[in-house]
């Protein structure tokens, strides 16, 4: 038997050893594994970079964007201004410093990428969710200039480092970053940092300081944002920034760091100014913003990318608008020292497409500031329609109901009507045709000014914890909107209460015909039903027909509208924003004058019809042999008198007393009558005072 126990154990023994190998082996054998496969994967990725072709390296011109109007012709070609290289024995040495603190700390160490910075980045793209950072190096940034649609995946990333290591192993340092700094746009028209160094500073590239260094190293990421023309704090903000970084990187010293961020911005008088040479500046700004904004690719992208982008502009409504505002005679007079300003807008509210803009008047350079788009000003009793009258009949209310024009006091908020009178009984219809403030004050508060706050945010207008009052209904809001705004808030009223998104672009393809961008995906947001848009449309039609927007009619077109003013305070009835939006059914347009800088001198002292009378020409020029359309009926709207802007019905009393056959006679009867209704609403707005007082004194 003990023979046999025997060979049972070392069966068992041989088993085992079959079943748990050492831990010797296993090391052995995930070593073998490991190897084979960085032997493969890296001879895989060798083989990948070597595919790469870099050949577009030389050729030293960026590739223009071509942008093409709505029917697909082309209008415009960016990039257009041949570089001048320099080479890079004389970049001064603070310049290359400069670059390399604030893009790439590590680029004459690293062969093409950063593993730290793509791990950072990384880190925060998975925590985002998605790609909110980018980790790239300066031969990275190259590659995507140069090579790459400009979408941000993780397969464009992959792609931007094979180039990378591929550029890396034909170039030198020197030379990327030579290319690099010749092809980049620095903003103000200045493609390469030879023309930078001209039109920020008036000198040769060998010549800057390192002040000056700092600032144009600084420009790179942002350059319309961060341009020293225009926003001077922030381009200070950003040299720091950047002398900051090179101290800390021991590039300068402290004491270099303490003379340099004390040391003015002192810039050329004669900067470059790309506007006079390209069409449609304006317009082209906006469109640049909108693909930053809403799409995420940089200025450097769209302005040097070789893209092709497809908009919404019709040519012929924009040279129309620059037409307009060449016309001195349209616009109020100006202070000798301040040009009254302007913005406007036209938008197809069938497909939210901006057919034209304009950013301003007289001379503005290129990225200046867009009052089209970036103006954020008050829109006054413009904002009735959204915030007052369309939420009131969205809760039953009819244009034919009525509220009494009289003094009123809301815990110390006491609004006045423009005229300083107060009307009696109004109906709803009069109020809004001729904007009196007291009765669209008075219902907001019935309806309540959540349900203005809300209905504002359904028509697209973003607006603030602290415009939750009843200042709400007349616009007085803290941070304003813009004609693009309004323009596509009020194309819900013309679209029968749906909402279409206003872009410039319509569709955007790279070189190699990558579609990156597309519009056509947008859907209309629903805002209020079709009958509810339909009658508030009616109402507008009467403020152009016979009430504040009279000098906004389009002869032979039906055209519906609100004017908008605010007033400058300290002065007696002066204006400190004038608007007027109004739309066909397929054209919006939205108008916007004041000064850019408003004080006790300078402000509007014309009437509220200033923005109407330029609104009048701009919309008769752009809609010049466009088909007649007319706006939808609506079921149950009497007809509105002409004399009186009231309803039929009232008509039919006067007519009951023997009073409506003679219409100057019927005119002077129903004027006695409101005169003793505004007589009637004084005396008990003084009568309550009284009583008010005396209970205080009690």
């Not at 909108?290 to 450097?300: I, P, Q, S």
């Not at 807008?345 to 970036?374: K, M, T």
């Not at 349900?451 to 973003?462: I, P, V, Y």
Request: hydrophobic share 35%.
């Amino acid at each position: 038997m003990e023979p046999e126990i025997n060979k049972s154990r070392n069966a068992k023994k041989k088993f085992s050893l079959w079943k748990k190998p050492s831990r010797r082996s296993v090391l052995f054998l995930s070593i073998l594994v490991v190897t084979v496969a960085t032997i493969v994967c890296w001879s895989g990725f060798r083989l990948l970079v070597a595919a790469q072709d870099i050949s577009e390296l030389d050729k030293p011109l960026p590739a223009a964007t071509i942008l093409y109007d709505r029917n697909g012709k082309e209008v415009e070609r960016l990039s257009r201004s041949e570089i001048v290289p320099v080479e890079y024995s004389i970049l001064p040495k603070s310049l290359i410093d400069a670059v390399t603190a604030v893009e790439d700390k590590r680029f004459f160490d690293h062969k093409g990428m950063d593993t730290r910075a793509i791990g950072r980045a990384f880190y925060a793209n998975l925590r985002a969710g998605g790609t909110t950072q980018g980790g790239s190096t300066i031969t990275q940034q190259l590659a995507k200039n140069v090579f790459l649609s400009h979408e941000r995946t993780w397969m464009r990333k992959w792609n931007e480092v094979l180039l990378a290591k591929k550029i890396e192993e034909n170039y030198n340092k020197q030379e990327i970053l030579e290319m690099y700094l010749n092809q980049i746009y620095f903003g103000e028209g200045a493609w390469g940092i030879k023309r930078a160094a001209e039109t920020y500073f008036g000198k040769t590239v060998d010549k800057l300081t390192l002040s000056e260094s700092a600032v144009l190293a600084g420009l790179i990421r942002a350059p319309s944002a961060l341009t020293p023309y225009k926003h001077p704090e922030k381009a200070k903000e950003r040299r720091n920034l950047v002398l900051r970084l090179m101290e800390e990187q021991e590039k300068i010293t402290t004491a270099d760091y303490k003379i340099a961020i004390s040391e003015p911005i002192t810039l050329s008088v004669a900067k470059s100014d790309k506007a006079s040479a390209m069409k449609y500046p304006y317009y082209v700004d906006q469109m640049i913003r909108e693909a930053v904004v809403k799409y995420g690719l940089t200025e450097n992208e769209v302005l040097h990318g070789g893209l092709h982008i497809y908009t919404a502009l019709d040519t012929g409504m924009q040279q129309a608008a620059e037409s307009v505002y060449a016309d001195e005679s349209l616009f109020p007079e100006s202070k000798s020292d301040q040009l009254i300003q302007s913005g406007a807008v036209l938008v197809d509210p069938r497909d939210g497409g901006i057919r034209a803009l304009i950013g301003g008047r007289g001379n503005q350079p290129f990225r200046g500031f867009n009052r089209a788009s970036q103006l954020k000003r008050q829109p006054g009793s413009a904002l009735k329609p959204i915030a007052v009258y369309a939420p009131a009949l969205e809760q039953g209310y009819k244009p034919s109901d009525t509220v009494v024009d009289e003094p009123v006091d809301f815990g110390g908020y006491r609004p006045k009507n423009v005229t300083g009178r107060y009307y009696g009984e109004v109906s709803l219809y009069e109020s809004l045709v001729h904007s009196y403030n007291i009765p669209a004050v008075k219902l907001l508060h019935e309806i309540g000014i959540d349900a203005g706050m809300d209905a504002s945010a359904r028509f697209g207008l973003e607006l603030a914890d602290g415009d939750r009052t009843l200042g709400l209904a007349l616009g007085g809001l803290q941070e304003g909107v813009s004609p693009l705004d309004m323009a596509e808030a009020f194309g819900t009223f013309a679209s029968d209460g749906s909402r279409m998104p206003a872009h410039t672009i319509e569709r955007i393809e790279s070189a190699d015909g990558i579609v990156l961008a597309d519009a056509s995906q947008q859907a209309p947001v629903k805002v209020i039903e079709p009958e509810v848009a339909r009658t508030i449309t009616a109402m507008l039609e009467g403020v152009v027909r016979e009430g504040s927007g009279l000098a906004a009619a389009l002869p032979g077109r039906p055209v519906a509208g609100k004017t908008g003013t605010t007033q400058m305070p300290g002065t007696d009835g002066g204006i400190k924003d004038n608007w007027f939006v109004g739309f066909t059914p397929q054209l919006v347009g939205a108008v916007w004058l004041g000064y850019d800088k408003t004080d006790g001198d300078h402000y509007l002292t014309t009437t509220s019809k200033a923005a109407a009378s330029v609104f009048q020409p701009l919309m008769a020029k752009a809609l010049d042999g466009e088909p007649v359309i007319a706006f939808h009926a609506v079921k149950g709207l009497k007809k509105i008198r002409n004399y009186d802007n009231d309803y039929d019905k009232q008509g039919d009393k006067h007519k009951e007393k023997g009073k409506g056959k003679d219409k100057k006679k019927d005119k002077e009867h129903y004027d006695k009558k409101k005169e003793k209704e505004r007589r009637k609403a004084e005396k008990r707005y003084k009568e309550q005072n009284k009583k008010d007082h005396d209970n205080a004194d009690d």
